[in-house]
């Protein structure tokens, strides 16, 4: 090969050097943001709002992912597709994420979300006044909910022996509220948006217990009616996922605050919740969303504490081991 020949593909071969690093660099050719699978649901609750806000605001892009969301019509098949690894991640109960715990699905809580604040019970008697009044009568509740735990772990606490002392009566919390319409139970366990709904259509109904407040009488925290977790399979592919998922969340719930009446309409517009129900949730100080990294010494504390009282109410039989609370 003659000298010059020698130079001319060395000239080449350093063009295209150049226009590959060129293209490389081209915003379409940037690397893919990590996917994280997250379990929704189709029903009007706050729980996907939480999702949707995130997706609409791209708040998963900012934080360096890509949120896919996949919605199901039953809290069982939500919570399911988590168990089976068919999605990454999602926002639960804490007691109900020690009972898949223990059944062998690698949950990792990663932090906290809503506070028991949205679990209320309503009552249309202005005789009664507490869940005490309740005694010798009927209290319609979903027995499947960790809603129920909380309510039974309260009740013991007080002296009351919720299935013996007060009737219990098993429905869905739409069910509940329309028993308690028709009259045929005095009380109905329901939680936002239903609440504020009701609340609206039935101004004479009136609160006898709160979560938040009732969990802070028996354990001096305000308790979590649902909290993040994420597979530990999951977090192994995506080291960072836990952090940058908190991060957005963080960002739905400053938003949630700052832009509530947009909230509101992406509420309506995703859930076809009537329009206020959000803001009045909100201004209630019934939707509470406070995220902090679960790993937090007193966070941790108070997510647990919430998993021992359900071992000594005995719904479970053991206290699942501190894998269950992620570390980074």
Do not use: C
């Amino acid at each position: 090969m003659s000298k010059l020949s020698r130079r001319g593909v060395a000239a080449f071969a350093a063009a295209f050097a150049i226009i590959l690093a060129g293209i490389v660099a081209l915003p379409g050719q940037a690397q893919q943001k990590p996917v994280i699978k997250v379990s929704s649901l189709t029903l009007p609750v706050f729980n996907p709002l939480v999702w949707n806000i995130m997706k609409a605001r791209g708040f998963d892009a900012k934080n360096g992912f890509e949120l896919d969301i996949h919605a199901y019509p039953s809290i069982a098949g939500f919570y399911a597709a988590f168990a089976t690894g068919e999605t990454d991640a999602l926002i639960g109960g804490p007691t109900i994420f020690q009972k898949l715990y223990q059944e062998g699905v690698p949950v990792r809580i990663i932090g906290t979300g809503f506070t028991l604040a949205d679990l209320v019970i309503f009552a249309k008697d202005p005789a009664i006044k507490s869940l005490a009044d309740l005694k010798g009568k009927q209290l319609a509740i979903d027995m499947g909910g960790s809603q129920f735990q909380v309510v039974k772990i309260y009740a013991a606490a007080k002296g009351i022996d919720l299935g013996k002392d007060i009737t219990v009566v098993n429905a869905n919390f739409g069910v509940a509220r329309a028993q308690l319409e028709a009259g045929r139970v005095d009380a109905a366990l329901v939680i936002e948006p239903l609440a504020s709904i009701s609340a609206k259509q039935n101004p004479d109904w009136h609160v006898i217990f709160n979560g938040a407040q009732g969990w802070k009488e028996i354990a001096g925290e305000s308790g979590w009616e649902i909290v993040p977790a994420m597979r530990a399979d999951a977090i192994q592919r995506v080291p960072n996922g836990p952090k940058m998922l908190l991060a957005a969340l963080q960002d739905v719930a400053a938003y949630m605050q700052s832009n509530t009446a947009d909230a509101d309409k992406i509420a309506n517009e995703t859930l076809k919740l009537p329009p206020g129900i959000f803001t009045a949730a909100v201004e209630s100080k019934r939707l509470q969303m406070i995220v902090k990294p679960a790993w937090e010494p007193a966070t941790k504390k108070s997510i647990t504490d919430m998993m021992e009282r359900a071992v000594k109410a005995e719904f479970y039989p053991k206290m699942p081991d501190e894998k269950i609370i992620y570390a980074p």
